[in-house]
């Protein structure tokens, strides 16, 4: 399947605020042509993996489950501020449990299709692809 990691942003800290860099080359090694944020969710957004786009989502604030199949089966893993976690092509993702007041930031390598060709939206369709 696809490759999946988790990582810890560092938050440098001082008598005025919190600053938290995403070093974007030091992660990723895709061109970000998108970027968009989660808030104000009450419900999980849609679970699917992707043929094409890479992602990287962070939390900037709050915590959310994020559940994950990178051909493992399905797992939980919690963000709060500062993780981020980078979800390559074929693995299958949702978010859920999103505490009041979480910003999720998403970074994606491609630009927004209303079409949705790239996305496996039946997770018996996903188990199947073999990648």
């Not at 440098?12 to 030091?26: A, G, N």
Request: glycine content about 6%; some cysteine.
């Amino acid at each position: 399947m696809g490759v999946f990691k988790k990582f810890k942003l560092p938050t440098h800290t001082d008598d005025r605020f919190s600053l938290t860099p995403l070093e974007v080359k030091e992660y990723l090694d895709f061109e970000i042509k998108r970027v968009y944020a989660i808030t104000q969710a009450v419900k999980s957004t849609g679970s699917h993996c992707h043929k094409i786009e890479q992602e990287c989502f962070v939390c900037f604030a709050g915590s959310v489950i994020a559940e994950i199949d990178d051909g493992l089966g399905l797992q939980d893993v919690k963000m709060e501020a500062g993780d981020a976690i980078y979800v390559g092509t074929y693995v299958w993702h949702h978010f859920k449990d999103f505490e009041s007041g979480t910003v999720l930031v998403a970074l994606s390598s491609t630009n927004f299709n209303p079409s949705r060709e790239d996305y496996i939206n039946n997770y018996e369709e996903f188990k199947n692809c073999g990648n």
